[in-house]
């Protein structure tokens, strides 16, 4: 029997309750429905759900009225208006790549030989190229003159092998660059050496069943997170990581070495792998959620003081300020883990703790990591009218102020923003892009450096 709100049934209480003798006799002959189960009362009618439908399309039509007609107030600095695209130029060292897709491009600092920023743009053919962020500018007059992207190129510096049997979805650097984190769409995440020419892999995570879509790592850089298609986020806490040198120390091992190549190479390998020591990074929690994760992001555990301004005083009876240190941290704080998931306005909050170091002298284990859920936070307050639903898809902190959260959606066929008071939840602003979106765009959302 058909569930008592199917379609069948709405039609036939339709017809029961408008008269329609023969009609609904016919009906019920083909569909095999009793006209005694339709007697029970149900509190979904077809005039409902038409009317419900009608307010839906209204404040779909009105929310893309506001998007077009509202002026936001403008940035002090303009923001670029002008795309670029991103291919290699004819001057670069390395060879054409095949043409293919980017799905996923991010700046990362990497070290010797480059020790700068790079572009780092990875595509469905499995390969990874590594772009000079410097263009080779070749704009011309027709190109200015139209809408189309202005054909900038940049010099293609290194193109990397696949790290993994399918395409790689989403990177994140640690140690300054010295190494680099993968997931693909095999459901792996691995952990390579940026220095190694093949970029070596030096660990590998509990393989997702699924995409692996989103890899982020803590501030401290103790705690990696990766999100799947799977509707799991695994959490993993590093226990050791060799921090692998600073970058002054492998240009003074460069040129003390320029000299001895040839020979001396294998060795030096087998000594760099020497002094990079054990690798130690445990899984240590699964969230299971009911459908996709999205975005998601760290923040501390405590707000940050909040900023002052700084007052003008005469310079000659004010003391000189002296610069104010970091206060060294006697062991990993705790950090705040936000996680949104598809088709639901919620931003969950986890606390993940640390092990505590030994308190007591008869005890010589640390405790064990800890996550914990400490509260969620809903974007859609009961004052909003509006029956048009989201998906949180991308989140991002401020760089300087991590008590404001920017927040991207998914909204068809307008794209919102929303910047957030991090830890109250309180909405501050909250508009339309103006970026026309399907339901194939994906949300990228990122900061200016000084915020």
Same mark, same amino acid.
């Given at each position: 029997?058909?569930?008592?709100?199917?379609?069948?049934?709405?039609?036939?209480?339709?017809?029961?309750?408008?008269?329609?003798?023969?009609?609904?006799?016919?009906?019920?002959?083909?569909?095999?429905?009793?006209?005694?189960?339709?007697?029970?009362?149900?509190?979904?009618?077809?005039?409902?759900? @038409?009317?419900?439908?009608?307010?839906?399309?209204?404040?779909?039509? @009105?929310?893309?009225? @506001?998007?077009?007609?509202?002026?936001?107030?403008?940035?002090?600095?303009?923001?670029?208006?002008?795309?670029?695209?991103?291919?290699?130029?004819?001057?670069?060292?390395?060879?054409? =790549?095949?043409?293919?897709?980017?799905?996923?491009?991010?700046?990362?600092?990497?070290?010797?030989?480059?020790?700068?920023?790079?572009?780092?743009? +990875? &595509?469905?053919?499995?390969?990874?190229?590594?772009?000079?962020?410097?263009?080779?500018? #070749?704009?011309?007059?027709?190109?200015?003159?139209? /809408?189309?992207?202005?054909?900038?190129?940049?010099? /293609?510096?290194?193109?990397?092998?696949?790290?993994?049997?399918?395409?790689?979805?989403?990177?994140? !650097?640690?140690?300054?660059?010295?190494?680099?984190?993968?997931?693909?769409?095999?459901?792996? #995440?691995?952990?390579?050496?940026?220095?190694? =020419?093949?970029?070596?892999?030096?660990?590998?995570?509990?393989?997702?069943?699924?995409?692996?879509?989103?890899?982020?790592?803590?501030?401290?850089?103790?705690?990696?997170? #990766?999100?799947?298609?799977?509707?799991?986020?695994?959490?993993?806490?590093?226990?050791? /990581?060799?921090?692998?040198?600073?970058?002054?120390?492998?240009?003074?091992?460069?040129?003390?070495?320029?000299?001895?190549?040839?020979?001396?190479?294998?060795?030096?390998?087998?000594?760099?792998?020497?002094?990079?020591?054990?690798?130690?990074?445990?899984?240590?929690?699964?969230?299971?959620?009911?459908?996709?994760?999205?975005?998601?992001?760290?923040?501390?555990?405590?707000?940050?003081?909040?900023?002052?301004?700084?007052?003008? &005083?005469?310079?000659? *009876?004010?003391?000189?300020?002296?610069?104010?240190?970091?206060?060294?941290? !006697?062991?990993?704080?705790?950090?705040?883990?936000?996680?949104?998931?598809?088709?639901?306005? @919620?931003?969950?909050?986890? &606390?993940?703790?640390?092990?505590?170091?030994?308190?007591? $002298? &008869?005890?010589?284990? !640390?405790?064990?990591?800890?996550?914990?859920?400490?509260?969620?936070?809903?974007?859609?307050?009961?004052?909003?009218?509006?029956?048009?639903?989201?998906?949180?898809?991308?989140?991002?902190?401020?760089?300087?102020?991590?008590?404001?959260?920017?927040?991207?959606?998914?909204?068809?066929?307008?794209?919102?923003? /929303?910047?957030?008071? +991090?830890?109250?939840?309180?909405?501050?602003?909250?508009?339309?892009?103006?970026?026309?979106?399907? !339901?194939? *765009? +994906?949300?990228?959302?990122?900061?200016? $450096?000084?915020?």
């Amino acid at each position: 029997m058909p569930a008592p709100d199917s379609p069948d049934f709405l039609v036939a209480r339709y017809l029961k309750t408008g008269g329609f003798a023969k009609t609904l006799s016919a009906f019920l002959e083909e569909t095999g429905i009793e006209e005694s189960q339709i007697t029970g009362e149900c509190k979904y009618t077809l005039e409902d759900l @038409l009317e419900e439908k009608r307010i839906y399309d209204l404040s779909l039509k @009105l929310e893309t009225i @506001l998007a077009i007609e509202k002026k936001e107030e403008e940035f002090s600095l303009p923001y670029p208006s002008t795309p670029h695209l991103l291919r290699p130029s004819s001057t670069s060292s390395t060879s054409t =790549p095949t043409p293919s897709n980017y799905i996923h491009t991010a700046i990362t600092h990497f070290p010797r030989p480059y020790n700068r920023q790079l572009i780092l743009a +990875t &595509t469905v053919s499995s390969q990874i190229h590594l772009f000079d962020p410097t263009p080779n500018a #070749t704009t011309t007059t027709a190109a200015i003159s139209s /809408l189309s992207p202005t054909p900038t190129t940049y010099p /293609l510096l290194k193109t990397l092998p696949p790290l993994h049997t399918s395409p790689t979805l989403t990177t994140y !650097p640690l140690r300054n660059g010295k190494y680099l984190l993968t997931g693909s769409m095999d459901g792996t #995440t691995y952990l390579h050496k940026t220095a190694n =020419p093949e970029y070596k892999r030096l660990w590998s995570a509990a393989k997702h069943e699924k995409f692996v879509v989103k890899v982020i790592v803590s501030r401290d850089e103790r705690w990696i997170v #990766t999100a799947s298609y799977d509707k799991r986020v695994n959490i993993y806490y590093v226990n050791t /990581l060799p921090a692998g040198g600073s970058d002054d120390e492998e240009e003074e091992g460069e040129d003390e070495g320029a000299e001895e190549q040839g020979e001396g190479t294998q060795a030096d390998n087998c000594k760099e792998e020497e002094e990079e020591g054990d690798i130690d990074i445990t899984l240590v929690h699964t969230i299971e959620l009911q459908s996709t994760p999205e975005g998601m992001c760290f923040v501390p555990h405590t707000p940050p003081p909040i900023p002052q301004p700084t007052l003008a &005083t005469d310079s000659l *009876s004010a003391p000189p300020r002296q610069p104010q240190r970091p206060q060294p941290q !006697p062991h990993p704080q705790p950090q705040t883990l936000i996680l949104a998931r598809r088709d639901s306005t @919620l931003l969950t909050y986890y &606390t993940l703790t640390p092990p505590s170091p030994t308190s007591s $002298p &008869t005890s010589t284990s !640390p405790t064990s990591p800890t996550i914990t859920l400490s509260h969620t936070y809903t974007l859609t307050p009961e004052s909003s009218h509006s029956s048009i639903s989201f998906t949180p898809m991308a989140l991002s902190p401020h760089p300087k102020n991590p008590r404001h959260l920017a927040i991207l959606t998914d909204t068809v066929p307008i794209m919102k923003f /929303l910047l957030m008071e +991090t830890y109250t939840g309180k909405i501050l602003v909250e508009c339309f892009t103006g970026a026309a979106q399907s !339901p194939y *765009s +994906t949300a990228a959302l990122s900061w200016r $450096p000084d915020g």
